[in-house]
């Protein structure tokens, strides 16, 4: 079982920088598959980013990219969403998930990918 815990979340202005971060259980953090979703008011969890088990590669959603860095700090078990350049369209609830396996690349933006999910944080953007 592996628990997550999102923190980090805010208001913040059009064009201002947030980071969220994720704290993780478990002893081998390193090999899992890190992954960001997010889900606004209305819609669907969508993608955003993630990080490959062992972190030899990162994928990111076209609506980020350029915008959005994903990182991790294994000795602190924490995986890190940087936000630059945030728009009014990025205000959703973010989760932080994470397969304790290796994840083909093709399937690290599938939600089903991922057995264990944080709480989720907020991040609002005004315009």
């Known amino acids: 079982q592996v628990q997550l815990v999102e923190s980090g979340g805010g208001l913040v202005q059009a064009e201002d920088s947030l980071r969220v971060s994720c704290a993780a259980s478990?002893?081998?953090?390193?090999?899992?598959?890190m992954g960001w979703f997010r889900q606004a008011p209305g819609k669907e969890r969508e993608f955003v980013t993630a990080?490959?088990?062992?972190?030899?590669?990162?994928v990111y959603a076209d609506s980020v990219k350029g915008r959005f860095t994903i990182s991790r700090d294994n000795a602190e078990n924490t995986v890190y969403l940087q936000m630059n350049s945030l728009k009014p369209e990025d205000t959703a609830v973010y989760y932080c998930?994470?397969?304790?396996?290796?994840?083909?690349?093709?399937?690290?933006?599938?939600?089903?990918?991922?057995?264990?999910w944080g709480q989720g944080t907020q991040v609002t953007v005004s315009s």
């Open positions: 998930a994470a397969a304790p396996f290796p994840v083909a690349e093709v399937v690290l933006g599938a939600l089903s990918t991922y057995p264990f």
């Open positions: 478990g002893h081998t953090f390193s090999m899992y598959t």
């Open positions: 990080s490959s088990w062992g972190g030899s590669s990162t």
